[in-house]
């Protein structure tokens, strides 16, 4: 498993970052979203999709938005340019979402859905769940968990796609206020 820290404060890629946080109770959403606002990095990077497009997920002016929901299995992370337009979003599908002085982090179960910006959808990282699996990284129930938490998500994404849009561009723009 592999736990991951919401500020990106030992990112390998990013040098400087604005990290804010907030903590959000409505009766639509329940827990924190996050914003790393990237300064400087080490590398940019640009990704080659099965179509064979190219998107830049990371440099200097790029926005990471996550949205970590209480009592879930699964944090999203808009990746927005530096015109704050969507690039994609990233699904991490998650043991837990918690906690550590101060910090809020969360244990990462290998699998990923992406949600392009033209509601593409991929999957990633197939290959380390199976080998996590394998090697006793993560459980059985662990693995289902996986599984059925991808079933959920697909089942809910591109149906929603508008509505996904507008719950992080409204997130966005609420933290670069702030």
């Known amino acids: 498993m ?7 404060q030992k990112h390998k890629s990013i040098e400087k970052c604005i990290y804010k946080n907030i903590r959000v109770d409505n009766e639509k959403f329940h827990g924190n979203i996050s914003l790393v606002d990237i300064l400087k990095v080490k590398k940019v990077w640009i990704l080659e999709r099965k179509n064979g497009d190219k998107d830049c997920i990371l440099d200097k002016g790029y926005k990471y938005l996550e949205v970590l929901p209480d009592n879930s299995n699964y944090v999203i992370t808009g990746i927005y340019d ?3 337009n969507i690039v994609e979003w990233y699904i991490d599908i998650v043991k837990e979402i918690s906690e550590e002085n101060g910090r809020i982090y969360f244990d990462d179960l ?9 509601r593409e959808i991929d999957i990633a990282d197939e290959d380390e769940l199976e080998i996590a699996l394998k090697e006793k990284d993560i459980t059985e129930e662990d693995y ?11 089942a809910h994404l591109v149906q929603n796609y508008d509505r996904l849009k507008a719950f992080t561009d409204k997130y966005l723009e609420i933290l670069l206020k702030k």
Not at 2 to 8: Q, V
Not at 110 to 118: R, W
Not at 144 to 154: H, P
Request: with cysteine; net charge positive.
């Open 110 to 118: 290998y699998l990923d859905i992406i949600l392009i910006h033209n």
């Open 2 to 8: 592999k736990r991951k820290f919401a500020d990106y």
């Open 144 to 154: 289902k968990l996986v599984l059925k938490t991808k079933e959920e998500i697909l």
């Open 82 to 84: 530096d015109k704050c």
